[in-house]
């Protein structure tokens, strides 16, 4: 069964910094993009950040850039996301959630399965 | 950025009623050298996360129920429920992956009339 687990998540000051984890299994990690998208309380899903099969590509939301890096291990079949100088707005449910395969075209964002999510709150 | 814009913000129907929710792209989001346009839809129900329903605008997720169709025209997309179950109770998110950052629609909440 194909398994999502995000971790790390919890209450932090603003301009604090936390590192969410997402332990995946059940499939060949190493073949395929992940991804970052959160939802605000009340709010809908943003997407965040995306990262190639090995690690060696990764874009940002203009929201994050420069504050938050998406990386990963593949031998431990770990997602990451490290955010630093946190804000209240990034409070939010963080999910993390598979792409495509490599070399599949057209299926990078297709984002399917996703974790169950870890609750980030900024806040004095 | 591309810009999703779903309608309405939220809907109910009745049992066994059609509902359709409707999401715009500012811009094309066809990739022309597959001819696929690069839109997913999902379900997101309380206390869950996002379900994917729908890729490449029209093409249904295996497990889906059939009672879930998407369609496309241009730039304006559709999700289409043919009978409304009680468990279809949901926000429903029109999803861009066409170009970074892969923008999302504001939502549709769902409810029951």
């Known amino acids: 069964e194909v398994q999502l687990v995000e971790s790390g998540g919890g209450l932090v000051q603003p301009g604090g910094s936390l590192r969410l984890s997402c332990a995946a299994s059940g499939f060949t990690f190493s073949t395929y993009w992940m991804h970052w998208v959160r939802r605000a309380p009340g709010k809908g899903l943003v997407w965040v950040s995306r990262?190639?099969?090995?690690?060696?590509?990764?874009t940002y939301a203009d929201s994050v850039k420069g504050r938050f890096t998406i990386s990963r291990d593949n031998a431990k079949n770990t997602l990451y996301l490290q955010m630093s100088s946190l804000r209240v707005e990034d409070t939010a449910v963080y999910y993390c959630?598979?792409?495509?395969?490599?070399?599949?075209?057209?299926?990078?964002?297709?984002?399917?399965?996703w974790g169950q999510g870890t609750l980030v709150t900024v806040s004095s | 950025d591309i810009v999703m814009t779903q309608s309405p913000d939220s809907l109910a129907v009745s049992l066994g009623e059609r509902a359709t929710i409707n999401c715009k792209s500012s811009?094309?989001?066809?990739?022309?050298?597959?001819?696929?346009?690069?839109l997913n839809w999902y379900q997101q129900k309380p206390g869950q996360p996002p379900k994917l329903l729908i890729y490449w605008a029209s093409i249904r997720e295996s497990g889906v129920p059939d009672r879930f169709s998407g369609s496309e025209s241009g730039t304006d997309f559709t999700l289409t429920i043919s009978s409304l179950q009680a468990e279809d109770v949901a926000v429903y998110y029109c999803h861009q992956h066409y170009s970074a950052p892969y923008t999302f629609g504001q939502g549709t909440k769902l409810d029951i009339k």
């Open positions: 811009q094309s989001v066809l990739y022309s050298s597959n001819n696929k346009n690069y």
């Open positions: 990262i190639n099969s090995d690690g060696s590509s990764t």
């Open positions: 959630a598979r792409g495509g395969v490599k070399g599949v075209t057209g299926t990078v964002g297709r984002l399917d399965p």
